[in-house]
């Protein structure tokens, strides 16, 4: 029996209409107008009610008259007048009591046949009202479903009234407009990544090709091509790792912890002293205390990418200056440093990924064309913003702010050691250059 009874209730649904928002607007509608309309007709029969109650007015209605209709003579006694004032007969009463109940029964009835009536209208104007303003949205549903990962440049484009619906389509735009970058970003840097480590692979299969069709290969031959074998294994390595850092910077960070970003930055600048003097460089840097709250190993990736990045397009005999210094409770990180001219309006293009703004073979060669794009990605996660100017002389001068820390994340932040005081190091290089 439940059996039977679960399908006739499944076959009932089946032929129910699908409550879509429509016709639930539509049945609120008629609801409300039921509700209101009821409540007027209850007020309107309560106060009819109280009207016909009251005694009728003096000389509303007359009093009987004797024989052909003549009023009463002089000086006799009205019927209707007792002890001063004017009560009617019983018999007027029964008639009255009669009517009244007549009339109330008419109202009754004629109110709810035009509150039915009403009330079917109602529930037609919701309906075509509720599709009028639905319509936006079925526009909205209608082309989120032709939409695809081909289609992104499509758009809603819709026009009328600034109301919540307009303002749902712009947001609807604005997110295609943002998954369109997105995914012309990412094929653009697959493409790229693929061309990249498409170079070493070929490399080391053209490398192997060539010592084993020698046959006179010797073993000093033999030595040599595997060392440039793992040469190329290990720029395939470092461009690995950096698009495993790039990726994961995209990703976001999830825990936040407090360190000094100026101890940071000389340790990073300590480490690349030796490297500094080789390439006949001058290093200044002003560390001050920056507290900041993040990631601490990949903020140096950040601080360490600038570097280098400031080391490897510079000149000999260049300069550069490393700052780190609190501003209005921010953490700035400033890395100024010499070298050839850079257009204002190709900025943008260093921070894209595998982007060299005109760089020669061998600057491509030693650099992977990640470095600022790794600095975005984790200035990004770090909600820091970045500000990037072209000297007048050449270079550039990158600024990182970082988000301000709590007061309690202060106290909690470990000494700043040897970056903690301000300090200035000037380390002026002899002026010798790498053979090559």
């Known amino acids: ?34 509700v209101s309309g009821a409540a007027l007709l209850t007020v309107t029969y309560v106060l009819t009610s109280r009207a016909v109650s009251e005694q009728p007015a003096k000389g509303f209605i007359p009093a009987p008259s004797s024989g052909g209709g003549l009023p009463p003579p002089e000086g006799s006694q009205d019927p209707l007048r007792r002890s001063g004032s004017e009560v009617l007969s019983p018999q007027a009463q029964e008639i009255l009591a009669h009517q009244k109940s007549v009339v109330m029964d008419q109202l009754v009835v004629q109110s709810g046949i035009a509150l039915a009536f009403m009330l079917v209208l109602s529930i037609v104007l919701g309906w075509i009202v509720a599709g009028r303003m ?18 992104l440049h499509q758009r809603l484009a819709l026009d009328g009234p600034s109301d919540e619906l307009k303002e749902l389509g712009d947001t609807f735009d604005g997110l295609l407009s943002r998954l369109e970058a997105s995914f012309q970003a990412q094929r653009q840097f697959v493409a790229n990544a693929s061309h990249e480590l498409r170079t070493p692979l070929a490399r080391q299969r053209t490398l192997g090709q060539v010592t084993l069709s020698d046959p006179e290969a010797s073993v000093e031959s033999l030595r040599a091509a595997h060392q440039r074998i793992l040469a190329a294994g290990a720029q395939q390595e470092r461009l690995i790792e950096a698009l495993l850092t790039l990726a994961r910077s995209q990703g976001g960070i999830d825990i936040r912890e407090p360190f000094d970003l100026a101890q940071l930055t000389h340790e990073v600048v300590d ?70 001219l850079v257009p204002p309006n190709a900025i943008d293009q260093l921070f894209e990924p595998f982007q060299r703004l005109g760089a020669t073979r061998a600057a491509r060669a030693e650099g992977l064309g990640l470095g600022l794009s790794i600095v975005q990605a984790i200035a990004d996660a770090h909600d820091a913003a970045i500000t990037t100017t072209a000297r007048a002389g050449g270079g550039l001068t990158i600024t ?37």
């Open 400 to 436: 990182v702010t970082f988000p301000g820390v709590s007061h309690r994340a202060q106290h909690e932040t470990p000494p700043a050691g040897a970056g903690g005081s301000p300090d200035t190091v000037e380390l002026t290089a002899p002026a010798r250059r790498r053979s090559r």
């Open 134 to 151: 639905l319509r936006p949205l079925r526009t909205i549903t209608a082309t989120a479903r032709d939409i695809s990962a081909t289609s």
């Open 1 to 34: 029996m439940s059996v039977i009874a679960r399908l006739a209730s499944r076959i009932a649904r089946s032929h129910l209409p699908r409550r879509t928002v429509r016709l639930r607007m539509t049945l609120l509608y008629g609801a409300l107008f039921l």
């Open 271 to 340: 480490a690349r002293r030796s490297e500094a003097q080789y390439r006949t460089v001058t290093f200044r840097s002003s560390i001050s205390p920056a507290l900041t709250a993040g990631h601490r190993n990949l903020t140096e990736r950040l601080v360490t990418n600038l570097v280098d990045n400031a080391l490897r397009h510079n000149m000999p005999h260049g300069r550069i200056d490393v700052t780190t210094r609190t501003v209005d409770g921010r953490a700035t990180l400033i890395v100024t440093n010499t070298g050839p």
